[in-house]
């Protein structure tokens, strides 16, 4: 089976009165993975007795913060691309992102909204994270609008088939590597990776979450998130080891020989944070049943909150 973008990497490219009018697949494909994990953390809020209008609001931040922290994170590893012309950092069209930045951006913005709104942070946190995976499923499309993030050849019979100009050496030599070669579709491989994910931490917060009785409840505020860190630091860490972009300790492309993938090195940092944190977490006193919804409404007062919202929202709409 031979994967390969029907389109462009430009859902809309045109003009209008003179003025270009450009919208790429991996903007598109971003921006419905966020608006996706905001409605299922509104759904969850609602459940948790929690204003739901708390998600709306935090989503743009989040967004800002994620993209900024995408930014700098990629930067940081390959500022000598940048060196010669610091402004070119800006320019964001000519690629360089990284997810374990804007994982952090996501994360500082809802420290700072849930001290702004005064709301409980680990439980707000499990409010949002399952959405997380969701929205990173989605995202992972993009790549294969523009015919990145994909892996070294195989002979599977599977893959994704790249185009001479998005290829990195040595890839791009067509007589050693002709166009009909298939490459290992690792942007496909964590898009399924989080959709697991996000169905994993629904069923075991369903199991074991807030809503149990607290002699059954294993879940304590904040595990959701060192869950999610763990299970997805891994499945990136072998994925990684596909690609044939990494983002390296001494520049992006090929193997790393002789240097780190830095995605590799952070998945492995989070998954030890992770275990540590859950060990950390489950030596402290189990949650009373009202130690989650700091911040929270009466669960009716919730529910006409988000009646009230969805009736006025353009994205209910």
């Not at 691309?81 to 360089?96: E, I, K, M, Y």
């Not at 439980?123 to 499309?141: K, L, M, S």
């Not at 950390?280 to 409404?297: E, I, K, L």
């Amino acid at each position: 089976m031979i994967l390969y973008p029907p389109d462009d990497p430009f859902l809309i490219n045109t003009a209008v009165f003179g003025i270009p009018l450009v919208v790429r697949w991996y903007g598109a494909l971003i921006m419905s993975g966020a608006l996706l994990a905001a409605w299922v953390a509104s759904r969850r809020a609602i459940g948790r007795s929690i204003n739901p209008d708390h998600v709306w609001n935090q989503l743009m931040f989040g967004l800002v913060l994620g993209i900024v922290g995408a930014r700098v994170y990629y930067v940081a590893f390959e500022w000598e691309r940048f060196a010669a012309d610091p402004l070119s950092v800006l320019n964001l069209t000519t690629g360089g992102l990284a997810i374990h930045g804007a994982l952090i951006g996501a994360i500082i913005s809802a420290g700072i909204y849930t001290r702004y709104a005064k709301l409980s942070f680990w439980a707000w946190a499990d409010v949002c994270i399952p959405g997380f995976p969701a929205a990173q499923a989605i995202g992972r499309w993009g790549n294969f609008f523009n015919q990145e993030a994909y892996g070294a050849p195989t002979d599977l019979g599977f893959g994704v088939r790249i185009d001479p100009m998005y290829r990195l050496p040595p890839y791009s030599d067509m007589q050693a590597y002709p166009g009909d070669t298939l490459f290992h579709p690792t942007f496909l491989y964590e898009s399924i990776w989080n959709l697991i994910g996000f169905g994993l931490l629904l069923l075991v917060d369903r199991m074991y979450g807030w809503h149990k009785p607290t002699r059954r409840r294993w879940l304590h505020p904040g595990d959701l998130l060192f869950l999610y860190g763990i299970f997805y630091s891994a499945g990136r860490f072998w994925i990684e080891g596909l690609r044939t972009d990494s983002l390296c300790l001494n520049g992006v492309g090929g193997d790393c020989a002789g240097s780190i993938r830095v995605a590799q090195l952070i998945s492995l940092i989070a998954i030890l944070i992770g275990i540590a944190a859950l060990i950390w977490n489950h030596r402290r006193q189990p949650p009373t049943d009202d130690s989650t919804t700091s911040g929270a409404q009466p669960q009716d007062s919730a529910v006409n909150d988000a009646n009230t919202a969805s009736a006025h929202s353009p994205i209910a709409r």
